[in-house]
């Protein structure tokens, strides 16, 4: 019976395998700390999920990491116990760990309509405290409110961006090309690039959300911001006929060439990557693409030197105002409802976005939520321009696929996709939108 | 041997585990999916029953329509690229020079996560940068399409990777199949003065017929749950050009936060999957198999 005896040895190594295999996860990334210390006294571990790993944003990894262990030392009792994951994955994930009730004690949320369904699942816990206190007064103005539902705030926000429209100088220059002030002189340079074989606009519309930035600019400035907001919130329609003009505007550019070949297919990375090796002459993004036009090493110094911005031009009877950008917060920190060490997440969240305002300006090169004062630190002038255009801004309008729930998000996604593809018309584009808005979902 | 076999409790043993496991990770979860398809749940709150209302709606929604086409017409294709499997295998089976050698460069596709060959794909239809544009002009074609942002092609595009990609896995299957088939048959037939195709026809179609039908269930199936390369590669677009059955059940379970919408979509999924195998058995079914040896 020395074969039973084998099958069973075998069977058995199998199942342990499997156990160990199914319980050796979660591991991965706890950077900088030792794990748990369970029941040593009043030690506290604290679970962070966040998404700068550092092979994608390695700025950012670093301040974390910095800040956890100032954290850390400060504070001996506490433990902060890392997760990182990349941004489809961190979503992905996040909602998981909502439908079974364990989320992470801190982790990192987006604001507005992404926010909506983990209040609604009393999820996260408000954090309207922290505000009154040492952080009192020190957000940005419209930053915090972008993450209050019904009256309280559920995350306290890191980043504050807007998107200009980058261009290469020397392209320009090539092209005795002017920075355009109106819509008129901008599609004249399009014009000119585009006879000249050059791509005039870099664009990744594979995202859709790029291409809805585009959309959102000329919508502002031929219907006015409070055209574009209040059909965005359902008070008014995207009939509105600058509304209407802007879809119109958008298929226009489409046909005189305006953007990159196959953008539709084309990932925003892809499309960054046409602009970083200089054969598309503009770009629009958010500040978050900063780093990569100021200090990272890896983009050649010669062409990090001939990116400028301005800012989407005026049309002409158009309501909107040069100085109205489209933008907003990026990521908040939110606290779980159910997590067991509510208070010392909330402090440790107080002192995250202290330290973070004070140093992503120097570390990662992007601009924060917080308050922080300039001068004093030596920085890029394309960062300090940004900088101030932001502090000048009439109005901000926040990303159109944030603020709307998700369901109306999809759709508004993809009208983007289908109007800068020709499979819609304006009028059609208007209707999907004002429906899905609508049905509240 | 035997005896161990003929013990109930042993035979538990052995199959228990993997009973468990398989119960745990598939049949109660196709259980839950069924039943979250019976809520409006947006995956975080509450859920709310609505009965059937979820099923109800997949019946009229034109894009779920759409990609249940799309997911068809690449059953469609795999089905019939199959038979190019067979003959590829067929000519690597005869005792041609270097046939080890293609067998390998055949299976390698299969060796690359989906993931890898969507990035190497992607690289190839890039509109101004890929191999493949960069050779149609070169070849005097003035404006190549953009392959992957135009939407009567884009599916197609879609295609060729899916199919080299699985090429090797079906060359191997009827590799083996062939290979099985005793020598001495076509021997005899080659004495009998069979060509070539005859024999082909004649005598190894027949003798791998079993394991093409396999196949058939293999390649129609895995098409109709198909999704890692499109969702990579396009993620349904440019404006659900691309969809198919499992990248819409993806949208609306974790972009649109309509979990029950989502898993109705997967139920049905499996249903579909089921009833499309049942009537490829039912049509392939033969009353007796053929043994020639």
């Given amino acids: 019976m020395f074969n039973k005896k084998r099958a069973i040895l075998l069977l058995s190594i199998c199942l342990v395998l499997v156990v160990a295999g199914c319980g050796k996860k979660s591991n991965e990334g706890t950077g900088g700390t030792n794990g748990e210390s369970a029941g040593a006294g009043d030690k506290v571990t604290i679970n962070f999920m966040h998404l700068w790993p550092e092979g994608v944003s390695a700025g950012q990894n670093k301040i974390v990491n910095q800040i956890i262990t100032e954290y850390q030392d400060e504070h001996p009792n506490v433990t902060i116990k890392q997760e990182v994951l990349d941004n489809e994955q961190y979503k992905n994930k996040l909602k998981v760990l909502s439908a079974s009730n364990k989320l992470p004690d801190v982790g990192v949320?987006?604001?507005?309509?992404?926010?909506?369904?983990?209040?609604?699942?009393?999820?996260?816990?408000?954090?309207?405290?922290?505000?009154?206190?040492?952080?009192?007064?020190?957000?940005?103005?419209?930053?915090?409110?972008?993450?209050?539902?019904?009256?309280?705030?559920?995350?306290?926000?890191?980043?504050?961006?807007?998107?200009?429209?980058?261009?290469?100088?020397?392209?320009?220059?090539?092209?005795?090309?002017?920075?355009?002030?109106?819509?008129?002189?901008?599609?004249?340079?399009?014009?000119?690039?585009?006879?000249?074989?050059?791509a005039p606009i870099a664009l990744g519309n594979k995202d859709r959300w790029t291409g809805s930035l585009w959309y959102m600019y000329l919508a502002d400035r031929n219907a006015g911001q409070q055209a574009l907001s209040s059909a965005i919130t359902g008070s008014d329609s995207f009939k509105e006929e600058g509304l209407l003009k802007a879809a119109t505007e958008v298929q226009t550019l489409v046909d005189s060439n305006a953007f990159v070949k196959g953008f539709n297919g084309?990932?925003?990375?892809?499309?960054?990557?046409?602009?970083?090796?200089?054969?598309?002459?503009?770009?629009?993004?958010?500040?978050?693409?900063?780093?990569n036009f100021t200090t990272n090493e890896d983009i050649p110094k010669d062409f990090r030197d001939s990116v400028g911005f301005f800012k989407f031009p005026t049309v002409e009877g158009g309501k909107g105002d040069i100085n109205s950008w489209v933008g907003g917060p990026g990521v908040g920190l939110f606290v779980g409802e159910n997590?067991?060490?509510?208070?010392?997440?909330?402090?440790?969240?107080?002192?995250?976005?202290?330290?973070?305002?004070?140093?992503?300006?120097?570390?990662?090169?992007?601009?924060?939520?917080?308050?922080?004062?300039?001068?004093?630190?030596?920085?890029?002038?394309?960062?300090?321009d940004l900088f101030n255009e932001m502090n000048q801004a009439s109005s901000i309008t926040l990303f159109a696929d944030v603020q709307m729930q998700a369901n109306a998000a999809e759709t508004h996604l993809n009208m983007i996709q289908a109007l800068f593809g020709k499979a819609t018309t304006p009028e059609k584009f208007s209707e999907e939108h004002d429906k899905a808005i609508a049905s509240g979902k | 041997m035997d005896k161990v076999l003929s013990n109930k409790k042993i035979i538990a043993l052995y199959v228990l585990p993997s009973l468990l496991l398989i119960l745990a990770i598939v049949y109660i979860p196709i259980v839950?999916?069924?039943?979250?398809?019976?809520?409006?749940?947006?995956?975080?709150?509450?859920?709310?029953?609505?009965?059937?209302?979820?099923?109800?709606?997949?019946?009229?929604?034109?894009?779920?329509?759409?990609?249940?086409?799309?997911?068809?017409?690449?059953?469609?294709?795999?089905?019939?690229?199959l038979i190019l499997y067979l003959v590829v295998a067929m000519?690597?089976?005869?005792?041609?020079?270097?046939?080890?050698?293609?067998?390998?460069?055949?299976?390698?596709?299969?060796?690359?996560?989906s993931v890898a060959i969507a990035q190497l794909w992607l690289k190839i239809y890039h509109p101004t940068n890929g191999v493949l544009n960069s050779v149609l002009e070169s070849l005097g074609?003035?404006?190549?399409?953009?392959?992957?942002?135009?939407?009567?092609?884009?599916?197609?595009?879609?295609?060729?990777?899916?199919?080299?990609?699985?090429?090797?896995?079906?060359?191997?299957?009827?590799?083996?199949?062939?290979?099985?088939?005793?020598?001495?048959?076509?021997?005899?037939?080659?004495?009998?003065?069979?060509?070539?195709?005859?024999?082909?026809?004649?005598?190894?179609?027949?003798?791998?017929?079993?394991?093409?039908?396999?196949?058939?269930?293999?390649?129609?199936?895995?098409?109709?749950?198909?999704?890692?390369?499109?969702?990579?590669?396009t993620d349904g677009g440019p404006n659900g050009s691309s969809e198919v059955m499992a990248s819409y059940m993806y949208h609306q379970a974790f972009r649109a936060y309509d979990f029950g919408y989502g898993s109705a979509i997967g139920f049905f999924l499996l249903v579909i999957c089921l009833a499309v195998t049942w009537v490829i058995r039912k049509l392939t079914a033969t009353k007796d198999t053929i043994q020639y040896s």
């Fill in chain 1, 109 to 198: 949320t987006w604001a507005a309509g992404f926010l909506q369904p983990y209040v609604d699942g009393k999820l996260f816990t408000p954090v309207d405290d922290l505000l009154s206190g040492q952080l009192n007064g020190k957000f940005v103005s419209g930053t915090t409110e972008a993450y209050a539902i019904d009256g309280k705030t559920y995350a306290l926000p890191l980043e504050f961006n807007i998107a200009p429209i980058y261009y290469n100088k020397a392209i320009f220059e090539k092209y005795n090309l002017e920075v355009p002030q109106t819509y008129e002189q901008f599609k004249a340079v399009v014009k000119t690039l585009s006879e000249n074989g050059i």
């Fill in chain 2, 32 to 81: 839950l999916t069924a039943y979250y398809g019976l809520n409006d749940w947006n995956g975080i709150g509450a859920m709310t029953f609505v009965g059937l209302d979820n099923y109800m709606a997949l019946f009229v929604d034109a894009t779920f329509w759409n990609s249940a086409g799309h997911s068809l017409l690449l059953a469609l294709f795999s089905g019939i690229s």
């Fill in chain 1, 339 to 384: 997590s067991k060490v509510k208070e010392e997440s909330k402090a440790f969240v107080e002192y995250f976005v202290t330290k973070w305002g004070e140093q992503s300006v120097t570390g990662a090169g992007v601009i924060p939520a917080t308050k922080v004062d300039t001068s004093s630190i030596e920085l890029p002038q394309l960062y300090i």
């Fill in chain 2, 91 to 113: 000519v690597l089976a005869a005792k041609i020079k270097g046939a080890n050698l293609f067998r390998k460069i055949y299976l390698i596709p299969m060796l690359l996560s």
């Fill in chain 2, 141 to 233: 074609v003035a404006n190549p399409p953009a392959w992957l942002a135009e939407s009567s092609l884009v599916l197609y595009a879609l295609f060729i990777p899916i199919l080299w990609q699985y090429a090797g896995f079906y060359i191997l299957i009827y590799y083996a199949a062939l290979k099985n088939i005793p020598a001495s048959l076509e021997e005899a037939a080659k004495i009998d003065g069979a060509n070539a195709l005859q024999i082909a026809w004649k005598i190894k179609l027949p003798l791998v017929m079993e394991v093409i039908k396999v196949t058939i269930v293999l390649a129609v199936v895995g098409s109709l749950k198909y999704f890692d390369l499109i969702f990579v590669m």
């Fill in chain 1, 266 to 291: 084309l990932s925003n990375e892809e499309a960054k990557s046409e602009f970083l090796n200089s054969k598309a002459a503009m770009y629009m993004m958010g500040t978050w693409e900063l780093p």
